[in-house]
């Protein structure tokens, strides 16, 4: 069993940073490509960000572009989100998944990822 655990939300003001972690239990985390997602209320979960198991290659939501940056630490088995110029509408709760098969590049799908974290608020004031 895999268990994901994030940690790192908070409130923040209008174009400040935040740094989430996602820390996971098990030896197969570096095999995984790795993924950040959030969901609003009233609104679908939706991809933020997603990274290969080896860390070489990312990619991200257009609404994040440029302001977020997803990197992972195999050696300590987490993945972080750093997030910059943060706005209102980043106001969610942030999930960290991890991929069904293994070595597969970034996806960006919610049913991609079969382990999910139980989430941290992430609350921006204008």
């Known amino acids: 069993q895999v268990q994901l655990v994030e940690s790192g939300g908070g409130l923040v003001q209008a174009g400040g940073s935040l740094r989430l972690s996602c820390a996971a239990a098990g030896r197969t985390f570096s095999t995984y490509a790795m993924g950040w997602f959030r969901q609003a209320p009233g609104k679908e979960r939706e991809f933020v960000a997603a990274i290969t198991w080896r860390g070489t290659r990312t990619s991200y939501a257009d609404s994040v572009k440029g302001r977020f940056a997803i990197s992972r630490d195999n050696a300590k088995n987490t993945v972080y989100l750093q997030m910059n110029s943060l706005k209102p509408e980043d106001t969610a709760v942030y999930y960290c998944?991890?991929?069904?098969?293994?070595?597969?590049?970034?996806?960006?799908?919610?049913?991609?990822?079969?382990?999910w974290g139980q989430g941290t608020q992430v609350t921006v004031s204008s």
């Open positions: 998944a991890r991929d069904r098969f293994s070595q597969r590049d970034t996806r960006r799908e919610v049913h991609e990822y079969g382990y």
